[in-house]
T-cell receptor, first 111, second 114 residues
Framework: DAKTTQPPSMDCAEGRAANLPCNHS???????VYWYRQIHSQGPQYIIH???NNETNEMASLIITEDRKSSTLILPHATLRDTAVYYC????????????FGDGTTLTVKP | KAGVTQTPRYLIKTRGQQVTLSCSPISGHRSVSWYQQTPGQGLQFLFEYFSETQRNKGNFPGRFSGRQFSNSRSEMNVSTLELGDSALYLC?????????????FGSGTRLTVV
């Protein structure tokens, strides 16, 4: 399974955009990029996913590079409640449940 | 609609005992996956069930087992508990097994082995 690399921590000012990078250089053509976040050891919360096109929903935007080897999750206007651990994972189209979670990025939004 | 429900939320067991955890997926979801989360190892995949059949398995000893019922509800069992089994056990459900379907996680069961 493709592995992901994320910075261990990032800070962001409240109200500013938070840009969280992820490297997945060994991603295969049929693998999706997913982002989840986890707050205070609750279950991870789904944010967004994509295959090769950029995606946007009410929570965030996902920018995937043309070669698909990296992606960026954008929280357009970070709030204090966005402080969490953010996981970028690569999910194969078969065996999709067998996803590998890395260590994630701890995002701290500061007032 | 109701989310993924895991019971119990908290559990304390003694080393050597066995434990059964339950997961009720979102209505209509047929795929259920289980994960173990510990401070040292992070989130690790245990197994995935679809249509009452185990489809994938992670690298855990045979003491960890699971099953899925015809209504898609799932249980996982850990026998001969060890101190290292103390963890947050998370269940996630999805409509089906394809990667284009997001997985929704429950709040987890916090197991403490003493």
């Amino acid at each position: 399974d493709a592995k992901t690399t994320q910075p261990p921590s990032m800070d962001c000012a409240e109200g500013r955009a938070a840009n969280l990078p992820c490297n997945h250089s060994t991603i295969s053509g049929n693998e999706y990029v997913y982002w989840y976040r986890q707050i205070h050891s609750q279950g991870p919360q789904y944010i967004i996913h994509g295959l090769k096109n950029n995606e946007t929903n009410e929570m965030a935007s996902l920018i995937i590079t043309e070669d698909r080897k990296s992606s960026t999750l954008i929280l357009p206007h970070a709030t204090l409640r966005d402080t969490a651990v953010y996981y970028c994972i690569v999910r194969p189209n078969t065996n999709a449940g067998k996803s590998t979670f890395g260590d994630g990025t701890t995002l701290t939004v500061k007032p | 609609k109701a989310g993924v429900t895991q019971t119990p939320r908290y559990l304390i067991k003694t080393r050597g005992q066995q434990v059964t955890l339950s997961c009720s997926p979102i209505s209509g979801h047929r795929s259920v996956s289980w994960y173990q989360q510990t401070p040292g190892q992070g989130l690790q995949f245990l197994f995935e069930y679809f249509s009452e059949t185990q489809r994938n398995k992670g690298n855990f000893p045979g003491r960890f087992s699971g099953r899925q019922f015809s209504n898609s509800r799932s249980e996982m069992n850990v026998s001969t508990l060890e101190l290292g089994d103390s963890a947050l056990y998370l269940c996630a459900s999805s409509l089906t097994m394809g990667a284009n379907y997001g997985y929704t996680f429950g709040s987890g069961t916090r197991l403490t082995v003493v």
